[in-house]
């Protein structure tokens, strides 16, 4: 894969995913990186602006497979302000909906039981990164147990242990690095 914004290397300007799929991750103090968000096609994103904020800084972004990306940098993203601010109006607008649904979205997840969590975002990846396949739907990502308990604030061991409830349960059919989710 191919990194394609550190942490401590700045990147700014806004950015839109024509093709492929980005991974946000936060590396902690041992050096270890976890993964925080999977971004697909059509998503926007920007870094260095600090009055208008898509959730992408201070995170690395590497991207999952082939992934072409366009976009503004930072000088052109300054004059395209200046000349079309009713454009960056509609833009913010859009990006302020899509930021009150994601703090919706967590706050719900808050009230949500552990196994509850884990299947709402499974459902979520499925519905953005999975492929059919008979009653199942595969999620076209490799996530290990530490990426999904860092996605729901969970434990390594939590995440393993309502992996074989929810496999138990015929709800989801877990494998190396991979889950599908039944239909």
């Not at 602006?49 to 201070?58: A, D, I, N, V, W």
Request: hydrophobic residues 40%; proline residues 2%.
């Amino acid at each position: 894969s191919y990194v394609v914004r550190l942490t401590n290397k700045p990147l700014e300007g806004l950015f839109c995913i024509r093709e492929g799929k980005l991974r946000l991750f936060k590396i902690d103090d041992l050096g270890r990186n976890y993964t925080v968000g999977i971004l697909s096609k059509k998503f926007i994103f920007r870094v260095g602006y600090p009055f208008f904020s898509l959730g992408t800084e201070s995170v690395g972004i590497e991207a999952l497979e082939s992934t072409m990306i366009s976009g503004y940098d930072a000088e052109a993203f300054n004059k395209f302000l200046v000349e079309k601010p009713d454009l960056v109006t509609q833009i913010l607008d859009l990006v302020s909906k899509g930021k009150g649904i994601q703090e919706e979205m967590l706050e719900t997840m808050s009230k949500m039981d552990l196994k509850t969590r884990l299947m709402y975002w499974l459902g979520q990846l499925a519905l953005y990164h999975g492929s059919d396949v008979g009653n199942y739907v595969t999620i076209n990502l490799k996530l290990t147990h530490e990426d999904l308990a860092h996605m729901i604030d969970a434990s390594v061991d939590e995440i393993k242990s309502n992996l074989q409830i929810l496999a138990k349960e015929g709800l989801i059919i877990s494998g190396f690095m991979k889950i599908s989710l039944k239909k």
